[in-house]
């Protein structure tokens, strides 16, 4: 069977992806958020995972407000990146794995959770940036698939129905008869909004409660509504959703092998943990 | 009747009150995801707007550039950032906007956040 290695969770505003491409990794500003990633880079290397998937939310460039799923999972042979507006540079596309995405489909549905299924799907900075930051030369060496939640549009899954999707996801992959392996990627927070005259606002409390509860009491953000993770973590904060459905993958033994907290990047607390799921 | 909304401050929560009122507007930022929509924008406003056919409320909210006056005429904020990334304006510009304050002066309160 195939085995979850463990889970990254990481921010991914578009920020990220400028300075990147302005290659500003060691700039003063930047520098605290990257070097985040080197740890999880040599535990990449180590555990060597052929298949990702990476729980994000569109942004509104492959799903717009005229359909809007609450769950869509990818099961396209390839995902390509593509012009969202705002001019950062695309990425190179990315391999999925159909034969794995129709498994975590057939078994999603079964165990009732009744997702959109996309056989074309254009990945936005949430998915890229992530990948970019993980494997920064560019060339993936896993097959991926797509999930994505909904936070465009309210209502949003609650924070208890994201984290049983990734513990449904968790039961999908260990379930798949072949001996890869596979690492769990969610994406999106901290605290951060965009929005409003509250534009701005971070919760370093809540961040740092909600990074803590994730190593040994991942249900702890389920108390809340996704109302109340809006005015706790900001209009885009709630995309602690994502972090949720990767945590919930993990089945086994989870240890915290990393993690990294900064304020700010942009208008965001930024964040990477890096979990261990021994089987 | 529906219980009263609940109330965030500071906050417009998108929900379905807000994704119908702002469709027309919302539509017209999610095709500028497309570099030749921006230029058409940019080549005739006025145009580009009627094809969308935005309300005058969003119309006005349009001409002024103003974030909190598209997002009371319905307008998303993910939407929204690809209307201002037009305008080469980045989501702290949009922030200062908003908070009637400097850029400078938001981010440094963003940074001063870290100190709480």
Redesign the interface.
């Known amino acids: 069977m195939a085995t979850i290695v463990g889970a990254i969770t990481t921010s991914h505003?578009?920020?990220i992806g400028r300075a990147i491409d302005r290659k500003l990794q060691d700039d003063p500003y930047w520098k605290p958020f990257f070097d985040g990633f080197p740890p999880v880079r040599s535990w990449l290397a180590e555990v060597r995972p052929d298949i990702a998937v990476l729980v994000y939310n569109d942004?509104?460039?492959n799903f717009?407000?005229?359909k809007m799923p609450t769950f869509a999972v990818g099961a396209a042979p390839e995902y390509r990146n593509?012009?969202?507006?705002?001019?950062i540079p695309t990425v190179p596309p990315f391999k999925g794995d159909p034969a794995l995405s129709w498994h975590i489909i057939e078994s999603l549905v079964a165990d009732e959770f009744d997702i959109v299924t996309c056989q074309e799907m254009l990945v936005d900075h949430a998915f890229t940036i992530p990948m970019a930051l993980l494997w920064p030369e560019q060339r993936w060496p896993v097959r991926t698939i797509p999930v994505c939640v909904n936070t465009?549009?309210?209502?949003l899954p609650s924070a208890s129905r994201c984290y049983r999707l990734g513990e449904a996801i968790g039961r999908a992959i260990e379930s798949w008869d072949t001996e890869e392996r596979v690492v769990v990627i969610g994406t999106g927070g901290l605290s951060h909004?965009?929005?409003?005259?509250?534009?701005?606002?971070?919760n370093?409390?809540f961040d740092q409660k909600f990074m803590d509860s994730l190593v040994d009491d991942p249900g702890w953000a389920t108390q809340y509504s996704t109302?109340d993770l809006?005015?706790l973590a900001g209009?885009?904060g709630v995309e602690v959703l994502m972090w949720l459905v990767a945590r919930g993958a993990l089945t086994g033994k989870v240890s915290k092998l990393h993690s990294n907290y900064?304020?700010?990047i942009?208008?965001t607390?930024s964040a990477v943990m890096l979990f261990g799921n021994q089987g | 009747m529906n219980a009263e909304k609940r109330r965030i401050p500071g906050t417009t929560v998108f929900d379905g009150e807000q994704a119908r009122k702002g469709y027309a507007l919302n539509r017209m930022c999610f095709s500028f995801n497309d570099a030749a929509n921006r230029a058409e924008f940019l080549r005739d406003e006025d145009a580009y707007c009627g094809k969308y056919g935005l309300s005058p409320q969003q119309r006005e909210a349009v001409r002024n550039r103003n974030v909190l006056e598209l997002i009371e005429a319905g307008g998303n904020v993910y939407y929204l950032a690809k209307f201002a990334g037009i305008f080469g304006l980045d989501v702290q510009d949009i922030g200062a906007q908003q908070t009637g304050m400097t850029k400078d002066a938001f981010k440094a309160r963003l940074a001063a956040a870290a100190r709480n």
Do not use: M
């Open positions: 505003v578009p920020a942004h509104g460039l717009f407000l005229d593509a012009d969202e507006g705002w001019g465009v549009q309210a209502p909004q965009l929005d409003g005259t509250r534009a701005g606002f971070i370093k409390a109302l809006v005015e209009t885009q900064h304020i700010p942009s208008n607390a």
